[in-house]
């Protein structure tokens, strides 16, 4: 089975601060990993993936398998991240139905 | 107008009563989920479905229903057997390759009154 798990449900950083979003996984496959976010009044929609291994608005994310973590990151925080984010995983292994899983969300404040 | 969606956006339901969700999309895609989402335990899987004819049950399927008749269209059922109704559910899909993103509708806010 897999999980995802997300320990902090709020999360409140001043403008300019470093921000980190914890996200952990349980899956005995090579994980799928991504980041969403939820931005008020708006759909839920992709934030990053692990394999991109890219940045997207200043937020970077790196698997660490040996801890199973999938943490988001952002050097200097800004008022318009503000918002909920869920780390995700889906499955992988072959002649399995894809499954995506979502951890319980942790609501961003970014305070001026 | 590319894109997936739900449909209506609010809805009132009497106790007893079955109703059905709709969620459509024209993205080509195969795989289609429905989640429901309530304040502190993020999005919880319902069902899915990774192509017509064939879904799978979530974490939470007791009390729900789901048809893949169509590739486009993935319809949710919530008969008077689920107990605690009163939700914001949220439908997506995505391609089955790995790594790809999902796609989610607007969202439909279920109220049993």
């Known amino acids: 089975a897999q999980r995802v798990t997300q320990p902090e449900k709020l999360l409140s950083v001043f403008k300019g601060a470093p921000v980190e979003l914890k996200c952990n996984y349980s899956y005995s496959g090579s994980p799928e990993l991504f980041w969403y976010v939820q931005y008020s009044r708006q759909r839920l929609q992709l934030l990053l993936r692990?394999?991109s291994r890219e940045s997207i608005k200043g937020f970077t994310a790196d698997l660490n398998k040996g801890e199973t973590s999938f943490h988001l990151k952002k050097p200097f925080a800004q008022e318009e991240d503000s918002a909920m984010y869920y780390c995700a995983l889906s499955a992988t292994a072959a002649g399995s139905a894809r499954q995506l899983t979502f951890g319980s969300g942790t609501q961003l404040t970014v305070l001026p | 107008d590319g894109g997936i969606t739900q449909s209506p956006k609010y809805l009132f339901r009497k106790e007893g009563q079955n109703v059905t969700l709709s969620c459509e999309q024209n993205?080509?895609?195969?795989?289609m989920y429905w989640y429901r989402q309530d304040p502190g335990q993020g999005l919880r899987l319902i069902y899915y479905?990774?192509?017509?004819?064939?879904?799978q049950k979530g974490d939470i399927a007791e009390g729900y229903s789901v048809s893949r008749e169509k590739k486009e269209s993935f319809p949710l059922t919530v008969t008077s057997a689920q107990k605690n109704p009163t939700a914001f559910y949220l439908c997506?899909?995505?391609?089955?390759?790995?790594?790809?993103?999902?796609?989610f509708g607007q969202g439909t806010r279920l109220t049993v009154v």
């Open positions: 692990h394999i």
């Open positions: 993205l080509n895609h195969d795989a």
């Open positions: 479905s990774q192509i017509v004819n064939d879904f």
């Open positions: 997506a899909s995505s391609s089955r390759r790995p790594n790809t993103e999902a796609f």
